[in-house]
């Protein structure tokens, strides 16, 4: 299987299956002399683990990071930059998976399970790791929020990168009472305590039910410098649209306004520009932030869709492998909105992207 690596110099390659022994990546072109330790790493993959609440997957997993590779330390290191750093040597992040049941998937061994990728893994491969979807499970996400940790150190305290929802199946938040500090205040990363509220008994009803719904994410960078991508085929935004699409379950990605500026006249859609202290200051923000695939030093701002988790309660109808048909009912331990727990894996996304068109400006500029 090929494709497991993303990004240009700032290079990210995610290894493992969802219950094989362990889950991983590597990431190659970090600068060396960036402090990074296992604490660091950690305090994010806390944010996206299993099992945190009543919302997400039981599955038990304590997510504990391990750098195997790409950081020193010793008496020079910690008199010049305070402790560990890295070497500018690939560095190798490892995850073991310590709460496996594989026996919860024994049923569907043979059967392709609606909206899961069993079926074209099985046609493209000719082998597919049924046990929680192998390489295809969202078990995978932690390894990009690992690199994600490793990007945020690259880029420095000054860049800001957050996520929120914004959206849980038909249930969407009031914007005029948007706060930063709500997300972290609930279990859904939602910055409307009213809605949150809301949401929690939206969601146990459809949990209770065995079902499952959507979401919406939307993913804000402030403090990006000005002039970060490159015209036609560097942009910025298609890069970070090609990153949040890359997500599990992932179905649209939109940029600023998106889709809702096709409804917009040029007037309204234009972000004038008055005079500034230090550079043009913007009246709005419908482009997210780019302008001709490059940062225009206004926060980015992108939005992805989740569908609904495929894995359910409620029979629904399939085939076999061998082409006969039958009912898939899906056990087993899932998130009954997985978009939940994307909201830690698109700030990583994120930080991937901008780690990479960083070094890529800088390495096209001199700055």
Known sequence: MSHNTFGHLFRVTTWGESHGPAIG??????PPGVRLDAEQVQ???????PGTSRFVTQRREPDQVKILSGVFQDDRTEATY??????GTPICLMIENVDQRSKDYSE?????RPGHADYTYDEKYGVRDYRGGGRSSARETASRVAAGAVARAVLGDEIKIRAALVQIGDQTIDREKWDWDETEKNPFWCPDAEAAKDWEVYLDDIRKSGSSVGAVIEVVAENVPVGWGAPIYGKLDSDLAMAMMSINAV?????????????LTGEANADEMRAGNDAPRFLSNNNGGVLGGLSTGQPLVTRFAVKPTSSILTPRQSVTAQGDEVDVRTKGRHDPCVGIRAAPVAEAMMACVLADHKLRHRGQTGS
């Open 25 to 30: 990546c590597v990431v190659d072109g970090c």
């Open 43 to 49: 305090a994010f993959l806390d944010l996206r683990k």
């Open 82 to 87: 305070g402790g560990q750093v890295t070497t």
């Open 108 to 112: 569907i061994r043979d059967r392709y």
């Open 251 to 263: 179905k649209g990605v939109e940029i600023g306004a998106g889709f809702a500026s096709a409804a």
